[in-house]
């Protein structure tokens, strides 16, 4: 700062030039600096200083001053020169691969029009001597060489040229060992996981030197030999020597120690669990050789939150606030006598539970799922539970559903847990056309699965659509010219809002006409309608245990001919038939968490549906239908027929029983086996009315629902054609067992992948007299399923049947299924 | 091919920010909008930016973007903090975080959001025009915390289930009612609060073992006389009484024995 001016008085500036600016507008850097025309200030004073500072801190100019340039009475002329930083125009890497260039360009930020400082070359220079030292190459040295040109308008730019010379990866020759008595240095060396010496045999592993790989291996040298009883073993390494042959040589040296066992343990401060109990917990006796690193497993396992160690013990169980020390309170010798401090602290009780990220569902939805209330004892097996549950409405992301625990108060004795919940999509549509069956056919499915029923007049929640109740509504609707199916199907979970009961109601309605080839259209005349209506109530229970649920339901099918002959009917062409049946289902369901990728828990159900039995009451003589049936056969009377087989099917009478089972255990990691075993079973309740045509089995394929007009039930089985394993009119028993393997590729919420490799077997039988669960068709294969919000699941699935279907020459061989709609 | 057309394929910025501010003038925010979207990345520093930042942030909360103009507005206050329109445009950013506010059985991370800005606006600007908009939004949001507080806890005493879960679920309620009254201490909500609470102590007291009861009858009157404190006329009393009568004449057995 120069100029005529009187240091300390006030000025008022009149003027601001900017000097020595090549890529910046003056205005910017005047602004930027915090001075304007019009400003009084002293000089020299705290402003200009800030101002010289505000520029300096921009990290892009190398020197910054303020000169006045003139005085004229109290107004001030001031001029602010700045030396711009270079910008870097081109980085050349040599010495390195060319597919590389990119990353170390972008890890390093140095993109072109990047201030070219003193400090990004010497973080670029470290960093990458540091990535190649990492990668095992010791001796990596980088060279940085700036060269400054000038643009055609005077901006100083720099050409980087980065020089890179790795050198050779620096391999270990030998490991040397000394000072180790109790074990062989063979032992030693295998206890080192990442640094091996050379060993042509070897092949999986490396044998470069990589120093933080190192330091971690002689850790577990001291854990292997603190593990037998060494508690004073050290373990020191003096710096690598170099070979002439451009390896090194490792020596570490070890001072052994004595070896101790362990004398007396006593527990102080425990109440709540007695000696004994605590003791046998910790599972290390008197004698025992002292293994100081079981010892703080036992205590609290630091590489396993959830060990069942404890620490866990009690903080799991209400005492969040408890402490756990062992001291070693004497050394006899080799014998250390050990005291076990127990500090309990107060009985931890949750205080304020919360929820945030609900930005669809209701606080109602959320809250009548936790188990976790306010005012009970802390319990984390509570809080995993609460997250299963979450998990399982499917409003949420499985994978981000987490738990805060917030404000823990050892005062109080109280903690806070807030639930962490990211929405997903839940609402689905099908919207279909295409041709088939002689015309075309279009379908529209709407599946909302957070719906919200009491705001379906409420003009203000349609954002798009009244959400956040967590029911279920879906519509479909699908129709060409020969037939037409509209179905609506709605369910509550928690009726009435008090206890976990699922409301559920579906109504549907199909018709189908006959194509006549005469007039090659549609002849409504010859028609067969079905009209449905299900009614069910579900509990869920409190013993056994909570997992379990009672449903109930009612169904009613009608049935309708006119002129219109169907196989299940056989003889009517002109009538009717009724199809009321109560359903009873007694299920488990321990999934968790994820309801697409279950990896834990299990799902199992046994159902039975009952018709009433007419035939007890209605006082019709079923053996002698029978009977007059056979006549009418062998008659060739097809009056007689229709009017024997209204009479058998006015009214369905049957019983179906079934079971279903799915086991998920995790392997190993992310490796999940799924178990799955199935049953059915269709009798009757009056032999000589005997089993109905209806509600059969169809194994085989893909099981997806297929055009179900009689109530039939499609059981998967890949690796054979759809419905291949049943007679044409379909089984009356049927097992099914099938393990798979799955593993996931990704859990990303938008679409959720993963793969499996399967191993089945199955088949129906026509009557109980052929049922042998062990004459099955048997089939292996893999696939992959996709999950997305907005589609549901998809999936394809290639599977060999190993087994040769009756009329084949040969076994079956590989079919491919598509999976499309939930399976899970 | 319409002036305004001409201006936005254009690539000069002047004619932009005229045509910008004059539709901003007649009202048309739609298309000033979109002139401003184009200059406004490239006009940070330049004299003027000001009034563009002003005029952007302004045409968003017009246009009920709020989402954008919250942040927008929150800009401009930490950008422009000598800005005329300071005073405006603070009240203007809060009040687009009190838009964004959900309804009470959501995550209410926006409706703090909007009570922080609101309070922070009194704070500064005690005198402004605004001031009396700022505390009645500021105070809409409050109830709306507390409704849901209150609903969450009316929750657990609904949902009171005769199962294993029995007494877990009545001492949930309870504790639930106590979060409450401890975090809403002047609530409009308080007397119904402290109804509750008092129905439910009275429904676990009266549905309890013999070996507790006394206790838990003697806090059902506890909590009976919190209420009736707090509760001059009541919607509640006729019921009240009928269940205190109950208690009395339940303990009145503990005290004959």
């Keep these: 700062q120069e100029g005529n001016y009187t240091p300390g008085s006030k000025y008022i500036i009149e003027d601001i030039t900017v000097s020595g600016n090549a890529s910046f507008n003056k205005q910017t850097i005047v602004t930027y600096s915090g001075l304007r025309k019009g400003l009084s200030l002293v000089v020299p004073g705290e402003k200009t200083s800030n101002a010289i500072k505000k520029l300096w801190s921009s990290n892009l100019f190398s020197n910054v001053n303020i000169y006045v340039t003139k005085v004229d009475g109290n107004a001030i002329y001031l001029d602010i020169e700045v030396t711009e930083l270079p910008t870097l125009n081109e980085v050349k890497i040599t010495g390195i691969k060319k597919g590389k260039h990119d990353d170390i360009i972008k890890e390093n930020n140095l993109k072109k029009g990047t201030r070219v400082t003193e400090n990004l070359l010497t973080t670029t220079k470290n960093y990458l001597e540091n990535k190649y030292a990492k990668e095992g190459y010791l001796k990596s040295k980088v060279y940085l060489n700036p060269v400054t040109t000038k643009d055609s308008t005077g901006k100083e730019l720099v050409n980087l040229v980065v020089n890179i010379d790795r050198g050779d990866k620096v391999k270990i020759k030998n490991i040397n060992f000394s000072g180790n008595e109790s074990f062989a240095s063979s032992k030693l060396k295998g206890a080192m996981k990442n640094t091996k010496q050379r060993n042509p045999i070897r092949i999986f592993k490396r044998s470069k030197f990589i120093e933080k790989d190192y330091q971690e ?129 107060k009985l931890t009780h949750f205080k304020n539970i919360s929820v945030v990220g609900n930005d669809k569902t209701n606080d109602h939805v959320i809250y009548r799922e936790l188990r976790t209330k306010p005012g009970q004892v802390y319990s984390k097996q509570k809080i995993v539970r609460s997250l299963r549950e979450l998990g399982q409405l499917g409003f949420f992301d499985a994978e981000q559903l987490s738990p805060n625990i917030k404000n823990p108060n050892p005062n109080e004795g109280t903690v806070d847990v807030e639930y962490s919940v990211v929405e997903k999509g839940s609402s689905q549509v099908e919207l279909q056309g295409g041709f088939g069956g002689g015309g075309f056919i279009g379908t529209l499915g709407l599946s909302f699965n957070n719906f919200s029923i009491r705001n379906i007049f409420n003009k203000e929640a349609y954002k798009p659509l009244p959400m956040g109740d967590g029911q279920r509504l879906s519509l479909r609707a699908q129709a060409s010219r020969f037939f037409q199916t509209y179905s609506f199907s709605f369910s509550e979970p928690w009726l009435g809002g008090r206890r976990p009961q699922q409301f559920s109601v579906s109504l549907s309605q199909t018709s189908q006409f006959r194509f006549d080839p005469v007039a090659r259209d549609v002849d409504r005349d010859q028609r067969f309608l079905i009209t449905g209506v299900t009614v069910g109530l579900a509990r869920r229970l409190q013993v056994p245990d909570d997992y379990f649920t009672l449903s109930t339901a009612v169904s009613f099918q009608h049935y309708n001919l006119k002129n219109y002959q169907t196989g299940i009917f056989q003889n009517i062409s002109n009538g009717f038939s009724n199809n009321l049946a109560f359903t009873v289902g007694l299920s488990r369901n321990s999934l968790s968490i994820n309801p697409i990728f279950p990896t834990a828990g299990s799902k199992f159900g046994v159902t039975g549906k009952f018709s009433i039995p007419y035939s007890l009451f209605n006082g019709v003589d079923y053996a002698d239908l029978e009977r007059q049936r056979e006549i009418a056969v062998e008659d060739n009377n097809r009056n007689a027929l229709a009017r024997i087989d209204q009479e058998k099917y006015k009214w369905l009478e049957f019983y179906k029983i079934k079971f279903d089972g799915d086991w998920y255990n995790t392997l190993y990691k992310k490796l999940v086996l799924r178990s799955n075993m199935q049953f059915g079973f269709l009798g009757a309740y009056n032999n000589d009315r005997g089993i109905i045509p209806f509600e059969r089995f169809f194994v085989g394929g893909d099981g997806l629902g297929a055009f179900s007009l009689d109530g039939r039930e499609a059981v998967g089985l890949r690796g054979y054609p759809n419905q291949s394993l049943s007679s044409t009119d379909g089984g009356t028993i049927f097992n099914k067992f099938s393990l798979e393997l799955r593993h996931p590729i990704t859990m990303n919420p938008s679409a959720s992948i993963f793969a499996l490799a399967f191993m089945e077997g199955g088949n129906s039988y026509n009557t109980f007299s052929d049922y042998n669960p062990f004459d099955i068709y048997r089939s292996a294969g893999a696939g992959i399923r996709i999950f997305m919000p907005a589609f549901g699941l998809l999936g394809i699935d290639f599977g060999y049947g190993f087994d040769t279907l009756p009329g084949q020459p040969k076994r079956n061989g590989w079919e491919t299924h598509f999976i499309l709609g939930q399976q899970f | 091919c319409s002036e305004y057309q001409k201006v936005y394929k254009n690539e000069e910025v002047a004619p932009k920010y005229a045509l910008g501010e004059k539709l901003y003038n007649e009202g048309d925010y739609k298309r000033a909008r979109n002139l401003f979207e184009q200059i406004v990345p490239g006009y940070a520093g330049k004299p003027g930016a000001e009034k563009l930042m002003y005029m952007y942030g302004n045409t968003m909360f017009l246009m009920e973007d709020y989402i954008t103009s919250s942040y927008q507005l929150e800009r401009f206050v930490k950008k422009y903090p000598r800005s005329e329109k300071i005073e405006e445009m603070s009240f203007k950013s809060a009040k687009s975080y009190y838009m964004l506010s959900p309804r009470f059985s959501l995550d209410q991370e926006d409706t703090n959001k909007a009570i922080l800005k609101l309070q922070n606006f009194m704070n500064t600007y005690p005198k402004s025009e605004y001031f009396k908009e700022a505390s009645d939004l500021a105070l809409e949001l409050d109830d709306k915390l507390q409704l849901k507080a209150y609903d969450i806890a009316k929750g657990y005493h609904h949902r009171i289930s005769s199962g294993t879960q029995f007494r877990d679920d009545y001492y949930a309620a309870i504790a639930a009612f106590n979060n409450f009254l401890n975090d809403y201490p002047g609530s409009k909500y308080k007397e119904k609060a402290l109804y509750y609470k008092f129905d439910t102590a009275y429904l676990l007291a009266i549905n309890s073992t013999e070996r507790r009861k006394e206790e838990r009858l003697k806090d059902a009157i506890k909590y009976y006389n919190k209420w009736k404190q707090s509760a001059a006329e009541s919607e509640f009393t006729e019921e009240a009484e009928k269940h205190i009568a109950e208690v009395n004449q339940e303990l009145e057995k503990f005290n004959n024995q």
């Design chain 1, 217 to 345: 291996d002689l850790k577990k040298i001291e854990a292997k030999y603190k593990e037998s009883g060494f508690r004073d073993i050290k373990v020191t390494s003096s710096d690598p020597t170099y070979n002439e042959d451009e390896t090194i040589s490792l020596n570490i040296d070890i001072k052994e120690g004595k070896k101790y066992y362990i004398g007396d343990i006593n527990f102080t401060g425990n109440t709540v669990y007695p000696d004994k109990f605590l003791r046998q917990k910790l599972g290390l006796y008197k004698g025992d050789i002292y293994n100081g690193v079981l010892l703080e497993k036992q205590i609290a396992d630091a590489s396993d939150p959830d060990a069942d160690d404890l620490t866990n013990l009690y903080q799991n169980n209400g005492y969040l606030f408890s402490n756990i020390v062992p001291v070693e309170v004497g050394v006899r010798n080799d014998t250390i006598d050990f005291e076990i401090r127990i500090s309990e602290g």
